[in-house]
Nanobody, 124 residues
Framework: QVQVVESGGGLVQAGGSLRLSCTAS????????MGWFRQAPEKEREGVSC????????YYADSMKGRFTVSRDNAANTLYLQIDSLKPEDTAMYYC?????????????????WGQGTQVTVSS
């Protein structure tokens, strides 16, 4: 059984930083690309970032380039998302997902395994 669990969210002031973590079990973590998505209240889910299985390649949504950094530790089956210079508009539930491929995809349908999410709230 595949389990994906996010952690590291919380309440932070604008300008602060957070590092989100995601652990995945029940699958060969090192074989699959991993992605971060987020969903704010009353908004559609949007892709944040994705990293290939080796970590060599990654992508970020245009609005998140420069403040978001994705990384992974395959030995620890853990995915990370560093968010700097947080803004109130970053407030959302952040989800981690495992892809069905070793390479990244921007299509959420290519991510069959999802966590329950970790809440990030940024106060102004």
């Amino acid at each position: 059984q595949v389990q994906v669990v996010e952690s590291g969210g919380g309440l932070v002031q604008a300008g602060g930083s957070l590092r989100l973590s995601c652990t995945a079990s029940g699958l060969a973590f090192e074989a699959y690309a991993m992605g971060w998505f987020r969903q704010a209240p009353e908004k559609e889910r949007e892709g944040v970032s994705c990293i290939s299985r080796t970590g060599v390649s990654s992508y970020y949504a245009d609005s998140m380039k420069g403040r978001f950094t994705v990384s992974r530790d395959n030995a620890a089956n853990t995915l990370y998302l560093q968010i700097d210079s947080l803004k109130p508009e970053d407030t959302a539930m952040y989800y981690c997902a495992a892809a069905r491929y070793s390479f990244c995809s921007r299509n959420p349908q290519d991510f069959p395994y999802w966590g329950q999410g970790t809440q990030v709230t940024v106060s102004s």
